[in-house]
């Protein structure tokens, strides 16, 4: 004769003792905080290296616009010092061009006073300008500034005129 194996009885009804004990309490709200605490740094961690992508993405943007428009400038300038008319017209916006003909142009420059030596600013992408610090033949200084365009096929920067 084979004996059945041993099954233990269930449990007597309510206010009966469990036979392990309760799960541990202490502590729970400490770990908690912890959890809590390494969560809200991991976020913010996240977000400030985000603002920080975003500030360095704008001063390398701001940078590359300074250095267009300087250039553009410095071309335009150049071209009137050494009395390259034609190229300095060919650098102007369509704007500044369908205001006045190459020999309207050529006129007028040859008529002021021409720009020897100029100290850039910073390119102002409001108003699309550049503020310089100009001299003259003679010697005279003034402070002058630049009004850029967009080519709109190219991208690339224009001098509209030059005034104070």
Not at 25 to 50: P, S
Request: aromatic share 6%.
């Amino acid at each position: 004769m084979t004996t059945a194996p041993h099954v233990p009885a269930p449990p007597p009804g309510p206010g009966v003792q469990p036979p392990f004990p309760a799960p541990p309490v202490e502590g729970k709200g400490k770990r908690l905080g912890w959890g809590l605490g390494i969560g809200a740094g991991v976020v913010l961690l996240i977000c400030g290296g985000g603002v920080a992508a975003l500030i360095g993405l704008g001063s390398s943007v701001q940078g590359a616009l300074d250095e267009q428009a300087h250039a553009a400038v410095d071309d335009y300038l150049d071209s009137l010092k050494a009395r390259m008319y034609d190229d300095a017209y060919s650098q102007l916006c369509g704007r500044a061009k369908r205001d006045e003909t190459a020999a309207e142009f050529r006129t007028r420059i040859e008529g002021e006073q021409r720009i020897t030596e100029w100290q850039l600013g910073t390119f102002d992408t409001i108003n699309m300008s550049v503020p310089f610090q100009a001299t003259y033949e003679d010697g005279q200084t003034a402070q002058l500034e630049a009004s850029l365009d967009q080519n709109a096929s190219t991208g690339a920067f224009e001098v509209c005129e030059v005034g104070e």
